[in-house]
DNA sequence: CTGAAAGCGCTAACAG
DNA sequence: CTGTTAGCGCTTTCAG
């Protein structure tokens, strides 16, 4: 089989201890033993038995990344950042385990002792249950994404209801007042913070915005395509539409074009994402970039520390979005 | 701390190792004494400590999914149907691992104990050494996306060279004859593949690419635009250009609408992939579909089967692409 | 059908 | 500074 410290210690002529010890850099070993130690493993092309160390260390080496799901409602470029950002503090410190939390009929297996730690990119309340699962299983847990009302557990996001908010500011700037909602996936906060940054903003400003206007969405291209056609065949259509992810944008686009008219001329429209693709559709959208690998990366150093260091330190995190100004919307009078 | 098989057994007056064995439905142990234990094991809310039995029964419950990277490269579609695949097939049996194979400066932590088996979504020749140490390591490994040479290690991938055979086809069979190529990223089998296809076509029906037709890209949006662009300025631009992913194919678009030109009406464009968002731009991008979860799919289930019953049935295969015809191209006299 | 004992590879008192 | 011993939680002979 593969060699373990026994083997070592046996061609080294200490004891196991000795090696283990050496290996782990106890300040217990003399130096030279430490290098002499360190050559035969080398030499013996050692590597540690991963479960040994975790069944007495009590540690398993595995970082959870959960998603709502896997299925559907987590875009492909979403879920991307989501992976990288949290992959790129890891590296190979920790094995990133990927799952989507509704492939678990029961959580019974979700414990200490399977996940050091865990990162939940949340999109929903349902995923709540789950969260209280590996909080009550006593994982340190970070939850991205969506805000959390437990204090005490880490909660990076970005603020969305800011980022909705500025955006219908943009629109109402450039002159639009008939402005149309194409709403986010019902029971996603995600959905519910944006549209209520939309109507803050309008409410603001005084804009009284028409029942017909506010339209049903599922985050996909398919209902973006759908609500749009929805709106162009009201009897006063908007001007603007405010899509709340950028694959519902570009399904509003489609069947504004398919209808023969034009965006921006006939018809502006924003997104929110700033997915990658959206820079070099046509024309290019005006979105709101969230910051997901950076929410990615900062709750993975924060869990990391406090795996580490056992610290408490929970304020939740808000980082900010960013308007980003493309073709997609024209100025009228 | 957590409950063990030990307190069952105290509490149901018996040893440890029949609970063992009654746990694991071993047909030594009498249904009523299976049963009493099981009750048991539910009402202390058992679960088994994976790092033990890992250690004991010489598996780690890890399955590897190993990209050649996380970070440039590798399209978020690619990505996350890839992810997808492997998912739905081994849903909680197995812990799904995540990594790029470019986040290891040395693969001596990969080994048998810490993978019962690996997919590596192979998207480049640099992969080999990964895939040899793998082999040699002696894991069960499935090769997905790229053909390999060694034979006897399972190998699942898409005919490319057969879908750009049928794109390149079809361009012609629409009337065109100048016809560009946009190629796919420099030392990646596919671009290689797609670009052979791509010529295999041109010459079985006699037609000559000029050299200055043959365009570089590198699988992004960014490279497709600057190539595009370049092809505009050409004294002679092609009627038609093929681009080796529908990435490259937007930033085509996106050139070519810059420039004040449209599509399909001055200039067909066509890409390769099928990406989600493929069918929701303007115009609806004509395109080859690649079957990638399909694969992904095929590969768990097939790398499953082996782990688990150490079969070696072993032979390349090679599924389907599918022509999408949809609006990016028009037929010319 | 059940139990006693050994051992997987590693770390951690405890004793020198 | 080093070694002896025990034990993490589980499976597996071997004996009844």
Known sequence: MSVTIKDIAKLAGVSHTTVSRALNDSPL????????????????????NFSAKSLVLDRSYNLGLFFTTLSEGTSAGFFYEAIRGVNTVIRDRYHLIVKGIDDYRSFQAITRKSFDGIVVVSQSRDDQPFIDHAVAAQIPVAVLNREVEDKGILNIMSDEEQG??????YLIDQGHRRIALIEGR??????????????????????????????????????????????LELAEPPTAVFCCNDEMALGAIKAITDKGLQVPKDLSVMGFDDTVFSAFVTPALTTVRRPIELIARE???????????????????????????????????
């Open 164 to 169: 909705a908010f500025q955006a219908a500011t």
């Open 29 to 48: 070993i003399s130096m030279e033993t430490k290098l002499r130690i360190r050559a035969i493993a080398q030499e013996l092309n050692y590597t540690p």
């Open 186 to 231: 019902k029971g996603f906060k995600s959905a519910q913070n944006r549209k209520e940054g939309f109507l803050q903003a309008m409410r603001q400003r005084g804009i009284t915005v028409k029942n017909e206007y506010l339209m049903p969405g599922m985050y996909d291209l398919q209902s973006g395509f759908i609500s749009m056609k929805q709106l």
């Open 299 to 333: 709750g993975a150093i924060r869990l990391l520390t406090n795996i580490e260091q056992k610290e408490q330190d929970h304020e939740p995190v808000y980082l900010k979005t960013e308007l980003i100004i493309r073709d997609s919307v024209r100025k009228i009078n």
